[in-house]
């Protein structure tokens, strides 16, 4: 998550970084227009360019070496960065093998952007981080070379190598300690041009913060000198001033000198990382660091802190921000699908219209904060006739969400008793959406709906049908919660549920309503490791003057679907629209309908190969293919229970053509059906593709078995 914080009027902008999982460091380049990032994607940690205002995320290195801490050099042309690559080439499929965690320098060119780094240091045995530069050939960073992390300095130069038709040159680099704590320094940044840096320290139990001065550093010769073989140094020279030079120093005086020294170096009261000889005059002023400290104990020094502050900071410009969209995503695919899930009209004899096979694209802008988005979207069937269109616009900017939404869709059906159809739906809606807080929210939406059926003129008959106008509007209230961690694709851990109402009342022609209540509760409880049980139950009812009719049986998005029609349907129940009650598997589409429904789902879900595998797999097919078994149980029915008497299964009727007799023959049938078996879950070719194999039981006769092949996650 990217927040920016608005110091005009306190708001805080949050924006998703979709690519990544998590933010390690960032650092703006110098004009504040770029961010770089390293961070965790897929268990891999790289570096990233992010620019806010179009809000777009490019990804600079991808492999399986770690990359840190980055920061902008050359004026922000390049990326210095520490890793613990073992190459400076920088190559994508590399296979996973132990390797050591000691990083070096590297700095990458966003000019040319070029798959060859530029090496700053080759240190097997020491692991740097935290690199700045200082200029065009010094470089800074903390390095563990001497067994504690303290501040290195490197210079990065070049020598003739030799010379042929060109000049050819050797890049070299020397390095150099800058201090010698006890402690390691945690963290470590630098101003290069002010020239000040600051870093972190676990001191006396305490993390503090140091800064410091850069024209101050000393830069050593190679390895930190011996502190005690150089007092023995010293020692030995006033031994000498004492027997040389009897006239310039008095015996008493080199005297005390000496055993002053000795007493100091014998008691263990020189502080080896800060002293200075008395005849010694420093060549350089002395380093020194402070604590940065602000006491603000009285009301008079936070009056003067204030105030300073006041004086010193100098708020930005303030420049009206235009709305600016930019690209959000772009989708085209083969799907089977609707675009918008409204339920359909109720034609006897027709059944449940599946959408098949059709090609869909889907177009979404967003502005640079992502407040606003704008989705659009069309659906084209391989008949051409039945097709969609969808429109909406979505107000993220208060804590309310807001959305609307245009759809229209088309479809051709033939019915027994209207002949050849054309239906043409459109439908408006407002949808509006608080959190209460992360993991629950308020949904609510209002929408008119136009049906129009036009009869094809097929016949004389037809021709002279007039075409049928419905209108409807509606509201629907529910309450959502969803607390699920993924732990994978069709893999996860937690709870989520829906409790729904839905109140649709027609109008101007004549006046009716139909009224529906819900729910879906699903748990996803972990076995071990990524092995997963997953739990379902769900049902809905439907009252009022025009009933809402359930189809039980198949699965979501079914490839080529089957229907049942042996099932009839209640004839006195005033349908108005119809839906499918899945999954039951184990049965066609209509294995028992009626104006309420419930099902229980149960899964075990098993990604096999990830499950045993030792490294991480690069084939999405591999990594997503999962093992299931499942069992589900479910009803349709109409009346009070599934056992009422109302229920058309257990109504059968015969009659034929010119006869005015009708048989019916009443039964009472198990309204419980239930089917059990396993499936295949993988993801090929950007598809989540899933292969059941079924058998269905229906009043205690087991049937031969179906076999699905859809396009869906979960259940």
């Known amino acids: 998550m990217f927040c920016l914080y608005s110091l005009e009027d306190g708001s805080t902008t949050r924006k998703t970084l979709g690519k990544v999982d998590k933010v390690l460091s960032f650092d703006y380049s110098d004009d504040g227009k770029t961010l770089v990032f390293s961070a965790v994607s897929n268990g891999q940690t790289d570096l990233y360019i992010y620019r806010p205002t179009a809000n777009a995320l490019d990804q600079i290195t991808d492999d399986i070496y770690d990359d840190l801490h980055p ?52 240190t097997p045995n020491a692991d740097e981080s935290y690199p700045s530069q200082l200029d065009t050939l010094n470089y800074t960073f903390l390095s563990d070379e001497n067994g504690v992390v303290n501040r290195f300095a490197a210079i990065y130069d070049s020598v003739i190598s030799y010379i042929d038709t060109v000049v050819h040159y050797r890049y070299f680099t020397s390095t150099a300690p800058l201090s010698n704590f006890n402690n390691n320094i945690l963290e470590y940044d630098i101003v290069e041009k002010k020239g000040n840096y600051s870093i972190l320290m676990l001191n006396e139990g305490r993390y503090r913060f140091y800064t410091g001065r850069v024209k101050n550093d000393v830069r050593y010769n190679g390895s930190l000198p011996n502190t005690r073989y150089r007092i023995q140094q010293k020692l030995a020279q006033l031994r000498a001033v004492k027997t040389n030079n009897p006239d310039s120093i008095k015996r008493e005086q080199v005297k005390v000198q000496i055993s002053d020294q000795r007493e100091k170096l014998d008691s263990g009261l020189i502080d080896i990382n800060n002293y200075i000889f008395s005849d010694e005059s420093p060549s350089f002023e002395k380093e020194t660091i402070k604590i940065a400290e602000t006491k603000t104990d009285t009301k008079k020094d936070s009056a003067k802190v204030k105030k300073k502050v006041e004086d010193e900071f100098k708020p930005a410009p303030f420049s009206q921000y235009r709305r600016n969209f930019a690209t959000d995503q772009i989708v085209s695919q083969l799907d089977n699908n609707y675009l918008n899930q409204t339920y359909q009209r109720y034609i006897p004899g027709v059944g449940y219209f599946n959408p098949g096979i059709n090609v869909l694209m889907k177009i979404g802008i967003t502005d640079v904060f992502e407040d606003y988005r704008i989705i659009g979207g069309f659906r084209l069937a391989g008949n051409m006739g039945s097709n969609e269109m969808m ?88 309450l959502v919660f969803d607390n699920t961690i993924s732990k994978g694709l069709n893999l996860y851990n937690g709870m989520r549920f829906k409790v729904w109402t839905e109140y649709y009342r027609q109008i101007i022609n004549e006046e009716s309503n139909f009224i529906v209540t819900g729910f879906d509760f699903r748990y996803y409880q972990k076995i071990h490791r990524d092995f997963i049980f997953a739990g379902r139950a769900a049902g809905s009812a439907s009252f009022g003057d025009r009933r809402l009719l359930y189809y039980l049986g198949g699965v979501d998005n079914w490839i080529a679907p089957r229907f049942d029609r042996t099932i009839q349907v209640a004839p006195n129940q005033n349908y108005g629209f119809q839906t499918i009650a899945t999954p039951v598997r184990g049965f066609f589409q209509n294995a028992r309908n009626g104006s309420n429904m419930g099902v229980i789902n149960s899964e075990l879900r098993m990604p096999l190969i990830k499950y045993f595998a030792e490294k991480p797999l690069k084939s999405d097919f591999l990594e997503n293919f999962q093992v299931v078994g499942f069992f589900d149980v479910g009803s349709a029915w109409t009346g009070p229970n599934p056992y009422s008497d109302d229920n058309a299964f257990n109504t059968i009727q015969y009659s034929s053509q010119g006869n005015p007799v009708i048989i019916t023959i009443k039964n009472q049938r198990e309204p419980i059906i239930y089917g059990y078996g396993w499936g295949l879950r993988s993801k090929l070719f950007g598809y989540f593709l899933r292969f059941d194999w079924a058998w269905g039981v229906d009043d205690g006769l087991r049937l031969a078995p179906v076999r699905y092949f859809s396009l869906t996650l979960d259940f």
């Open 71 to 122: 920061k902008f050099v050359h004026g922000g042309t390049g990326i210095i960065f520490s890793s613990n690559r073992t190459s400076d080439t920088l190559r994508k499929d590399i296979k996973v093998k132990p390797y050591d965690a000691q990083k070096d320098i590297f700095v990458y060119n966003l000019r040319d952007k070029a798959r060859v780094l530029k090496r700053i240091t080759n």
């Open 391 to 478: 429109l909406t616009y979505m107000d993220n900017s208060k804590q309310i969400d807001k959305q609307w939404v245009a759809y229209r869709q088309t479809f051709n059906n033939n019915s027994r008793d209207l002949g050849v159809t054309k239906n043409y739906i459109h439908d408006l809606k407002f949808i509006a959406k608080y959190p209460f807080n992360e993991v629950l929210s308020l949904r609510g939406s209002v929408n008119y709906r136009n049906d129009r059926i036009v009869t094809l003129a097929t016949d004389r008959v037809n021709l002279d049908r007039e075409n049928v106008h419905d209108h409807m509007v509606g509201s629907k209230l529910e």
